[in-house]
């Protein structure tokens, strides 16, 4: 995704130490790939966290990160497909 003149990149993975999956995004910087934010799905609480890791996240990068993180994280079971 591209936002005014930063690539960004969606990585998600599983945390076996905080017990739950994630969806990063990050961009390529000068000294290397900066992580911006976070969003984290525990399976202890079955809740949401955002964590942003730099200030001034573009609101619309934001946005796609929670939208993408309600498709992406939750469990799936027999009930919800």
């Given at each position: ?11 998600r ?7 739950g999956?994630f ?18 799905f ?17 609101l619309?990068l934001?946005?796609e ?8 994280l939750?469990?799936?079971?027999e009930?919800?497909?």
């Open positions: 995704m591209q936002i005014e003149e930063h690539d960004y990149y969606f990585t993975g599983s945390d076996v130490i905080r017990d999956m969806l990063e995004v990050s961009r390529d910087a000068e000294s290397g790939t900066e992580l911006v934010a976070e969003v984290f525990s399976d202890i609480t079955l809740n949401y966290t955002l964590t942003c890791f730099m200030e001034d996240v573009p619309e934001i946005e990160l929670i939208r993408q993180a309600k498709i992406r939750p469990p799936v079971n009930s919800n497909g």
